[in-house]
């Protein structure tokens, strides 16, 4: 059974950074595309960053170009999310999710494509 774990979240004050944490179970993690979603009070999970299990591509949303990265360790199992610059409007709970990619190059930014998905983890900025 493949299992996600979030860590790293918390509270911080507009401007800060965060670094978030997913451990991945199982012994095929990376043959897995992994991305990070959010979803803030009141509004749709979101996406914001993929990247390949080859870690050639990466994928962010619009919103957060520029200030976030996505990166992995694959012989940790592990998936991370760099937050620099964190702003009131990335208040959210941030799932990590992971699905198996067919090509090592392949992003997903659509929920559809991952089949697995964490618990989530709170992120809050304060203005």
């Known amino acids: 059974q493949v299992q996600l774990v979030e860590s790293g979240g918390g509270l911080v004050q507009a401007g800060d950074s965060l670094k978030l944490s997913c451990v991945v179970s199982g012994r095929t993690f990376s043959t897995y595309a992994m991305g990070w979603f959010r979803q803030a009070p009141g509004k749709e999970r979101e996406f914001v960053a993929a990247?390949?299990?080859?870690?050639?591509?990466?994928n962010y949303a619009d919103s957060v170009k520029g200030r976030f990265t996505i990166s992995r360790d694959n012989a940790k199992n592990t998936v991370f999310l760099q937050m620099n610059s964190l702003k009131p409007e990335d208040t959210a709970v941030y799932y990590c999710a992971g699905g198996y990619a067919p090509g090592s190059r392949s992003v997903y930014s659509s929920e559809s494509a991952y089949t697995y998905w964490g618990q989530g983890t709170q992120v809050t900025v304060s203005s």
């Open positions: 990247i390949s299990w080859s870690v050639i591509n990466r």
